[in-house]
């Protein structure tokens, strides 16, 4: 089956991302925005809701995007592109054998975490070149109460993703429009849509269990007890999700659009 190339994303997604951009002013009027797709659901997802609120949104903003392949056997996210000319947006795609590198490289880091940081670089480093001023990244909610967990578990401390703040760089700014969308939405979503996911087969990600899997086990388990627990994590974490980039209380209004 082909994508639907102009796939509407649900109410129901659009409705919570625009509160989320509007929450935490996270696209403003004139934003180069470049988005980091991997190939997965929520990076797809959410390229598409992006592209959605480009035709109507009151502020105006430009979009690419960005795929690192890391080089990993089994993975291969190269077919994107193809998607990316027939949608019609700028990409670009970076590629380095990360894995080969963490071999001898690896500083008390797991390799995951090693690649996330790698990529990131590689992120900035597109952002910078091609002039865009904001990444975008696809973590969700449920990623989102996962870190809040293992930051509490295994640190002794309250922390969790941020939903938009500024770089220490201070060049760039980070936004995360779907902080307030369960996965299952993004992928009732993908699947609808027909959207090429490319599979995660990285041999790294299931070695062993990580920290972050137990969570989200956790999470599913107790969600199945407690029908309020994300609502309940969200409230929670909201005093922590807030970063470093004032407000401007006088931006257009993007929830207003999101929820039309």
Not at 11 to 35: E, F, H, N, P, Q
Not at 40 to 61: C, E
Not at 178 to 184: A, D, F, G, M, Q
Request: with cysteine.
């Amino acid at each position: 089956m082909c994508a639907q190339l102009h796939a509407k994303p649900p109410k129901s997604l659009l409705r919570k991302v625009g509160r989320a951009i509007a929450d935490y002013d996270m696209i403003r009027d004139g934003d180069r925005i470049l988005l980091g797709v991997s190939g997965g659901k929520d990076s797809l997802s959410l390229l598409s809701i992006l592209r959605h609120l480009q035709t109507y949104a009151p502020v105006k903003f430009d979009l690419g995007v960005i795929t690192v392949d890391p080089e990993v056997e089994g993975f291969d996210p190269s077919s994107l592109t193809g998607y990316y000319d027939a949608i019609g947006v700028p990409w670009y795609y970076r590629s380095q054998p990360i894995m080969e590198e963490a071999k001898t490289r690896l500083d008390g880091d797991s390799f995951c975490a090693y690649c996330a940081r790698m990529k990131r670089g590689i992120m900035y480093s597109t952002c910078r070149e091609h002039d865009f001023n904001v990444l975008a990244l696809a973590q969700h909610l449920d990623d989102l109460a996962e870190s809040f967990l293992m930051s509490a578990f295994h640190q002794g401390k309250l922390d969790t993703m941020k939903a938009h703040y500024r770089i220490d760089a201070g060049d760039l700014r980070v936004i995360r429009p779907l902080v307030y969308v369960r996965e299952t939405q993004t992928a009732a979503f993908a699947a609808s849509a027909d959207l090429p996911v490319v599979p995660d087969s990285c041999p790294a990600c299931f070695t062993a269990p990580t920290q972050r899997a137990y969570m989200k086990t956790l999470l599913a388990r107790e969600e199945r007890e407690h029908d309020h627990l994300f609502a309940n994590l969200l409230h929670a974490m909201r005093p922590l999700m807030g970063g470093d980039v004032a407000l401007d209380d006088n931006r257009p209004s993007q929830r207003a659009a999101a929820e039309s």
